[in-house]
Antibody, heavy 117, light 110 residues
Framework: EVQLVESGGGLVQPGESLRLSCAASGFTLSGYSMSWVRQAPGKGLEWVSYISSSSATILYADSVKGRFTISRDNAKNSLYLQMNSLRADDTAVYYC??????????WGRGTVVTVSS | QSALTQPPSASGSRGQSVTISCTGSSSDVGAYNFVSWYQQHPGKAPKLMIYEVSKRPSGVPDRFSGSKSGNTASLTVSGLQADDEADYYCSSYAGSNPWVFGGGTKLTVL
C-alpha cells in the first residue's frame, strides 16, 4: 500500500525549532518530487515547500523562506522539514505529499504543530 | 486571503448535480492546465479528485468532472451522494510561486 506517515509535530514556544519527518512506503521515494502542505486550524490548504526527486530543485513559500529547510534521504525513503524561528502563525497540521504531474496525489495523515507560549 | 477564489459553500440534493467554481488569474489558472481538486472530509487528509483540469485518478468515480475556461476552473459533482459532503479545494500550478490553493468550498448534500 502506498503510504506517507508524518511524525515530529508537537507544542513549542515561539522562536523554537522542530523537525518533521515523513516516511514513505509502498513506492520508491527517489522517483518522485515531494512537498509539504499545511493547514491552519479551521483554514484552507497552503503549500509550504517542494523538493525535486534528486534535491536539485528546492522551493519555499514566501511565508517560510529563510526559516524552514526541506530535505530528503532517498536511501531511507524519508522526507524532512526543519522548522526554525517558529511563530504562532505556523500553527497548523503539516501534510507530507507526493507530487505527480503538478498535483499532489498521495497525502499523509498529517502531524500537528502548535506554536504557543 | 487565498490566491484562488472559491465560494465558501455549495449545496445540492441527493442525486442532483452541483458545480464549484475556482477563479484565479492569468498567472495561474489561466496560464497552465495544471488545475487540481481535492476532497477533504472532517479530520481527514485531502484526497486528489481531479488533476490536469479534467483527469480523474484511478478509483475516483466518473461522477466527478473538471473543466476550465479562461481564469476559472470548475468541479462538477453529479448524482450527489451523502459521502460527497466534504470540503473541496482547488489548486493550480503558478510558476514562480509554484502552487496556490483556493480557500475551500463546503459542499452540503441535502
Amino acid at each position: 500500500e502506498v503510504q506517507l506517515v508524518e511524525s515530529g509535530g508537537g507544542l513549542v514556544q515561539p522562536g523554537e525549532s522542530l523537525r518533521l519527518s515523513c516516511a514513505a512506503s509502498g513506492f520508491t521515494l527517489s522517483g518522485y518530487s515531494m512537498s509539504w502542505v499545511r493547514q491552519a486550524p479551521g483554514k484552507g490548504l497552503e503549500w509550504v515547500s517542494y523538493i525535486s526527486s534528486s534535491s536539485a530543485t528546492i522551493l519555499y513559500a514566501d511565508s517560510v523562506k529563510g526559516r524552514f529547510t526541506i530535505s530528503r534521504d532517498n536511501a531511507k525513503n524519508s522526507l524532512y522539514l526543519q522548522m526554525n524561528s517558529l511563530r504562532a502563525d505556523d500553527t497548523a497540521v503539516y501534510y507530507c505529499t507526493r507530487e505527480s504531474g503538478y498535483a499532489f496525489d498521495i497525502w499523509g495523515r498529517g502531524t500537528v504543530v502548535t506554536v504557543s507560549s | 486571503q487565498s490566491a484562488l477564489t472559491q465560494p465558501p459553500s455549495a449545496s445540492g440534493s441527493r442525486g442532483q448535480s452541483v458545480t464549484i467554481s475556482c477563479t484565479g488569474s492569468s498567472s495561474d489558472v489561466g496560464a497552465y492546465n495544471f488545475v487540481s481538486w481535492y476532497q477533504q472530509h472532517p479530520g481527514k487528509a485531502p484526497k486528489l479528485m481531479i488533476y490536469e483540469v479534467s483527469k480523474r485518478p484511478s478509483g475516483v468515480p466518473d461522477r466527478f468532472s473538471g473543466s476550465k475556461s479562461g481564469n476559472t476552473a470548475s468541479l462538477t459533482v453529479s448524482g450527489l451522494q451523502a459521502d460527497d459532503e466534504a470540503d473541496y479545494y482547488c489548486s493550480s500550478y503558478a510558476g514562480s510561486n509554484p502552487w496556490v490553493f483556493g480557500g475551500g468550498t463546503k459542499l452540503t448534500v441535502l
